[in-house]
């Protein structure tokens, strides 16, 4: 399981819209070709995607397991149950997205996460604050169909990468 590490923050102008704070877990996403849309620039769905890939990695990382997922058998798991993003600037083929998250929250059943996209500089444009979203994550029996509270194990993990108490 993952324990508390160096925190992260990565260096990009400063921009009182974004968020912040340090965090526990940086993923690099490459942007792909297929990810831009006709104005040359990352559609903004893409980016949805890109805190999705940083949701999978944190929580692998941090459980030390794969996510469990329904389709493979697993009675029990994860869902997404809210996500809000506020886009500050455009993004390019071929950049890399740098998606920062951490855990702000841990309620009975769910909890709650923040992610921040930068990008550093390429040929396209400086480096830059892109996005900046935050979600919610509910523990969830496939089985069953309903919410049920976070595991123990899930909590302590969080608790222990994150360095600090979520509870409340």
Do not use: K, W
Request: hydrophobic share 40%; with cysteine.
């Amino acid at each position: 399981m993952g324990r508390a590490g160096p925190r992260s923050r990565l260096d990009v102008p400063a921009d009182p819209r974004d968020i912040p704070g340090d965090f526990a877990h940086v993923h690099a996403v490459e942007v792909r070709f297929s990810d831009t849309d006709a104005m040359g620039h990352v559609n903004n769905a893409s980016y949805l995607t890109y805190c999705e890939i940083a949701r999978v990695a944190y929580y692998e990382r941090v459980s030390g397991a794969p996510l469990p997922l329904a389709t493979h058998g697993a009675a029990e798991g994860m869902i997404l149950a809210e996500l809000r993003i506020a886009y500050r600037n455009p993004t390019f083929y071929p950049e890399t997205v740098h998606v920062e998250s951490r855990v702000d929250r841990i309620g009975r059943t769910s909890f709650t996460m923040v992610h921040r996209l930068t990008a550093q500089t390429s040929r396209h444009a400086p480096a830059r604050l892109l996005a900046v979203a935050d979600s919610v994550l509910v523990a969830y029996d496939y089985e069953a169909e309903h919410p049920i509270p976070v595991p123990a194990s899930l909590v302590a993990a969080m608790e222990a990468f994150e360095g600090r108490p979520l509870r409340g």
